[in-house]
């Protein structure tokens, strides 16, 4: 009962908090039902359009579900559940929801902007230029970091006892290896081989979801029905044909996948992989929920220690502060929810509460299913397994194989004695390829969007640095017509019946908002010739930006800093929803509303994220500069464009503080 006791007591505690603070931080804003959003006052049927809150919800939550949620709380675990959970309850209220909704708020405000021309709007363009530049370096961090557990999770490999079978089962394909160990041979069961099929399957049966619900417009019910036929299907097709690659192969064919998907019409790939895997997301989560309260029902006790400050040091070689706020990530605060939360989400946003309960309350549901992969973990990985799975000694853990197990130990003890009454039995393998192909699920939509992102903010980084550039000056001009004749208050409508340059869901929307710059004609331009010409057309190919970051991503995730990857990635991830927090704060001032629901946070994480990497600078990667040398220059890349994006700030802040004393509030004047 005292798992039962956790998942409803930290439930009960994001319900009613969550429904407290929100009410109170919708005052703070000005929250207004009255006050027409931009997808009603803009509506043009194809970008703004006012949507029901519960399918916005829908996308939005599809598009911040990752494996962050998944991964970090079980790496946070080596410190103890209980304060693994008190961040992951607390954060997500105090911390991560404010951020998702503040950002989406402001974002509604203004027309739907992305959150870094936001910034751009008020911090300057140096500020913005930073922004943007550090956004496309730990998105780098996150791919690199995806495709490394991607990898992982495909060819992840069990003893055939661990999963409930014995030496001579068939239910999965099995390799002879030899124990680091004993040095004796032994046999393993291939449980990521089901899951490699079923992401082949699904990626190749995606574009036909695509066609009919974009093309064609057939009912949603019937796409539905579809995917889930696809689902099934997939997973059949992984138990009789497993797909066996090693890591290394599979990152440079999911790394081909990316380049192929970031460039081609997203309702091919991004939306209708969306689409498919949403439905094993939502059924992975009600599975989850029941089977943890199922077994605590059934007797479930905790098998981690509730506090483990001293083992927490030994395995993770830091201590609690800062590197579990860091770790836990998405399950308490995220920054790339920040760019969902100010991409295509608040361009269908129907009422200005609607941005209350998709920002905030997506958020504390993606902390809820945090709190069901710890209690899981808990009740189901004693603590040397749990050590053996994400901490061995000398090597890098896996915590794509923990959770996986996790998981069908946990549905072994909840199903099998419904399974039993029928005569049946539930193996905890099956458990476990559930685990195992919902977190790939995760992991792969969430890449190849990171990727496509990336690219936007690589091409979006050419064309601001270049404007003065005829080849830029030429395409601003273009976009300029382009964007005077087919839209309202000069916003983009971008063409989503199947041209290549389109903003996936849930993407930051930094291409749907386009630098024109104005007027052209005091502005000097450059002309070029020859080379130098088609050097700058490059820039503006889509294959060349693609690749680019699919070779960085490809590059880190093989170098042998990789198994090291996670520290810098959730630092760099809570950095930037620190920054958003800043970015929304100045915003918030100089519109003379208060700010020290988004500042105490902001400088919390800030100082947090700050410390954490130069603690990674100084005393992990400075020495052992000869192994984690891309780590390094990483880091050394987001201190800098850190530190001048707060100068940035703090002018403005400071100018801010005047501006804020005129009676009238920038919050008041039409947007």
């Known amino acids: ?133 550090l956004l496309i370096v730990l ?43 004993t040095k004796q041979p032994v046999t393993l069961a291939v449980i990521g081989g089901i899951a490699s099929t079923s992401v082949i399957v699904i990626t190749l049966l995606a574009p036909l979801v695509g066609f009919l619900y974009i093309k064609r417009h057939t009912p949603v019910w019937i796409c539905s029905a579809l995917a889930v036929v696809i689902c099934g299907l997939s997973i059949w097709a992984g138990f009789l044909y497993p797909v066996s690659l090693s890591p290394d192969a599979w990152m440079v064919a999911v790394s081909l996948y990316c380049v192929m998907a970031a460039g081609l019409p997203v309702w091919m790939f991004l939306q209708s992989r969306d689409f498919i895997n949403v439905h094993l997301l939502y059924v992975g989560l009600v599975t989850l929920v029941l089977a943890v309260i199922m077994a605590g029902f059934q007797g479930a006790s905790p098998s981690l220690p509730m506090v483990d400050m001293s083992g927490g040091y030994t395995h993770a070689k830091e201590a609690i502060w800062p590197f579990l706020f860091i770790t836990v990530s998405c399950g308490a605060l995220s920054g790339f929810h920040s760019l969902c939360a100010t991409g295509t989400t608040p361009k269908q946003l129907s009422t200005e509460r609607a941005a209350r309960m998709v920002g905030y309350w997506g958020m504390l549901m993606e902390s809820f299913l945090s709190v069901c992969v710890v209690t899981a973990c808990l009740v189901s990985l004693p603590q040397s397994d749990y050590l053996k799975f994400v901490y061995p000694p000398g ?29 049946l039995s539930f193996p905890i393998a099956i458990g476990a390829v559930f685990g195992m192909l919902l977190l790939e699920g995760f992991l792969v939509t969430t890449l190849d969007t990171a990727v496509r992102l990336t690219r936007y903010l690589i091409e979006e980084l050419w064309a601001t640095l270049f404007r003065n550039v005829d080849v830029f000056d030429e395409l601003a001009r273009k976009e300029s017509e382009r ?150 220059i990483f880091n050394i890349i987001i201190l800098v464009l850190t530190t001048t994006i707060l100068y940035r700030a703090l002018r403005v802040l400071v100018a801010g503080r005047v501006e804020s004393a005129v009676p009238a509030s920038l919050a008041d004047v039409p947007r």
């Open 483 to 632: 964007i005077s004749g087919s839209t309202c208050c000069g916003l983009e409508s971008p063409d989503m019946s199947g041209g290549a340059d389109v903003t996936p869901a849930g993407s930051a929307g930094l291409a749907t908002q386009p630098e024109v710059p104005a007027p052209y004609r005091d502005r000097p331009v450059i002309q070029t010739s020859g080379l130098v010409r088609g050097g700058f057309r490059l820039l503006q190919t889509y294959w060349f930006n693609s690749l680019s970051v699919v070779l960085l991503m490809l590059g880190l995730a093989w170098s042998p800093a990789s198994a090291r990857l996670w520290p810098i990635f959730g630092s760099g991830n809570q950095l930037l929803a620190a920054l958003a927090l800043l970015v929304v704060s100045t915003w918030l001032l100089r519109a003379g509303k208060s700010i020290w629901f988004t500042a105490l946070p902001c400088a919390f994480i800030m100082v947090t994220t700050l410390t954490m990497l130069v603690r990674l600078l100084t005393l992990q990667y400075w020495p052992n500069l000869g192994r984690d040398w891309p780590l390094f």
């Open 139 to 181: 998105l780098i961090l996150v791919c690199a970091q995806f495709l490394k557990f991607s990898a992982t999770a495909l060819t992840s490999q069990l003893p055939p006892d661990q999963l409930g079978l014995t030496a001579d089962q068939t239910l999965f394909r099995t390799v002879e290896k030899i124990d680091p160990d």
């Open 1 to 133: 009962m005292e798992i039962v006791a956790l998942v409803f007591g930290s439930a009960a505690i994001l319900l009613i908090g969550g429904t407290f603070y929100s009410r109170l931080l919708s005052r703070m804003l000005g929250e207004n039902l009255n006050r027409p959003t931009p997808a009603v006052s803009l509506n043009d049927g194809h970008d703004y359009v006012p949507t029901p809150t519960p399918v916005v919800f829908a996308h939005h939550f599809a598009s911040i579900a990752g494996a962050g949620p998944i991964v970090g709380p079980i790496l946070a675990l080596v410190y103890g559940w209980g304060p693994a959970l008190a961040w992951i309850v607390l954060g997500g209220i105090l911390a991560g929801g404010v951020h998702d909704y503040v950002a989406m708020y402001i974002s509604m405000r203004e027309r739907g902007k992305s959150i870094a021309v936001i910034a751009r709007e008020a911090m300057g363009r140096t500020a913005y230029l930073c922004f943007v530049a």
């Open 395 to 423: 090597t890098a853990g896996n915590p794509v194989l923990a959770f996986a197990m996790a998981v069908g130990y946990i549905c072994h003890q909840a199903f099998s004695p419904i399974a039993g009454a029928f005569g």
